[in-house]
């Protein structure tokens, strides 16, 4: 077989996701003691990076009524905004290095970088401070750790591959979870430095069980093509799912980054406005678990479609909510399908092309998403700035998640070739 012709057959493998589905590619584990171990590695990981990311709403409050009362809203939503981004965006870089077998000392590398820059925040004083440190820098550590935490995963799981991933993904809720409660208890008690200087040593333990539990299993492949990979775009699938992520991410994090200071700005009381975070993450952790074994059974963009559109019609109702118990109403559903969408978003692309181009495949739909997760906490937070209120920040986000909806339903029709219900 000519080298052209080899090619052809890469492409052709790659432009049809029913086929790859059905292809039995490598022999997983899919259990036993080292794949579960690997999961509780993932654990750890996700609890460390996304568990401090998702736990942004609360400095977002704590900013604005105290160290950065001088800047508005949509000004500080940009630190978060930019660690939620570069969270994804990094994935082009890590993804590919995932692939060519470089993993140990990057990831030892990153996540040292990582607790160091926690470390850093507490001695941030003013707002390019915090945007340089916990914008930038954590967010890049972050970044760089967290696709090959979730990269790994699919090395020992096929079958139970969406059970895995939610299960590894569940210490994002733990750490969303905990983190928001614990750093505001800290603060009272010993003030922000130590506050967030307790966090880091947490973290500290956290990111060295993750680095002495992950390990590869599949030997590394140099796919042709660098940092990205044009070719996988050719599958039309696969570039409508990208789409759709880029959509869904300018409108999905604006509640759980908003929810705690509207809250307050309705008359809800701040000693317990900040616990909303904390109760949305919570209810993600069984988004997380219940997704993913409902995604093993009958497809996770099956799931997602539903998910999404929930999602949407609490955003659209958000604003209009105005008492305490309103608020608690309104954060359970909202982690939970906050828990179902985001740590499972990355598994349709396992079928759309080999699993030795996973990395860059899915560092390539992780960068597009970053780019919503970077425009769409901002967008958010001008639209409040110049309307005083959350009414058509409600309408902005819920409506972008809606049009995400219709891209993923036209990519399963993709896949599915023309049929309008099918396991994907």
């Not at 590894?168 to 505001?184: K, Q």
């Not at 759309?352 to 181009?357: H, K, L, N, S, Y």
């Amino acid at each position: 077989m000519s080298f052209r012709e080899n090619d052809e057959t890469k492409e052709k493998a790659i432009s049809s996701p029913e086929e790859v589905l059905e292809k039995p590619q490598h022999d997983f584990p899919d259990g036993g003691l080292r794949a579960w171990i690997v999961v509780f590695g993932c654990f750890m990981g996700a609890c460390s990076t996304f568990g401090l990311i998702n736990s942004w709403g609360v400095f977002q409050a704590y900013y604005e009524t105290t160290i950065l009362t001088d800047q508005n809203p949509s000004t500080i939503a940009w630190i978060g905004s930019v660690q939620y981004s570069l969270v994804f965006f990094p994935a082009l870089i890590s993804g590919r290095l995932f692939d060519l077998g470089h993993f140990r000392v990057p990831f030892g590398f990153w996540s040292a970088v990582f607790v160091v820059t926690i470390f850093l925040t507490a001695q941030c004083k003013q707002y390019w401070h915090f945007l340089l440190c916990q914008g930038f820098a954590q967010g890049l550590a972050a970044g760089m750790t967290f696709t090959p935490v979730m990269a790994v995963v699919g090395h020992w799981f096929l079958k139970k591959r969406g059970q895995a991933l939610g299960i590894g993904a569940l210490g994002s809720a733990v750490g969303g979870t905990v983190f928001p409660i614990l750093t505001r208890s800290l603060i009272r008690e010993i003030g922000f430095k130590w506050a967030v200087r307790t966090l880091g040593f947490i973290i500290l333990v956290t990111m060295v069980l993750c680095n002495l539990t992950l390990r590869r299993r599949l030997p590394p492949k140099n796919v042709k093509g660098g940092l990205i990979n044009p070719r996988a775009f050719k599958n039309p699938a696969y570039a409508v799912y990208c789409l759709a992520q880029l959509t869904a991410f300018l409108g999905i994090y604006t509640l759980l980054i908003y929810i705690d200071i509207s809250a307050t700005f309705v008359g809800v009381s701040p000693e317990f406005s900040f616990y909303l975070v904390s109760i949305a993450n919570a209810a993600g952790a069984f988004g997380r678990v219940l997704g993913g074994y409902f995604a093993d059974k009958i497809g996770i963009v099956n799931l997602t479609i539903p998910a999404t559109t929930l999602l949407a019609i609490l955003t659209y109702v958000w604003p209009y909510i105005d008492s305490k118990g309103g608020y608690i109403g309104l954060a359970v559903p909202y982690g939970f399908t906050t828990g179902v969408i985001i740590p499972a978003f990355m598994l349709p692309v396992y079928a759309m092309g080999e699993i030795e181009d996973i990395g860059r495949r899915t560092g390539m739909v992780l960068s597009i998403a970053a780019l919503g997760a970077l425009a769409g906490p901002p967008i958010s937070g001008a639209i409040n700035h110049s309307t005083g209120n959350y009414k058509l920040v409600g309408v902005y986000a819920g409506t972008i998640c809606l049009v995400s909806v219709v891209l993923l339903l036209v990519t399963r029709y993709i896949v599915l070739k023309g049929k309008l219900w099918g396991k994907f």
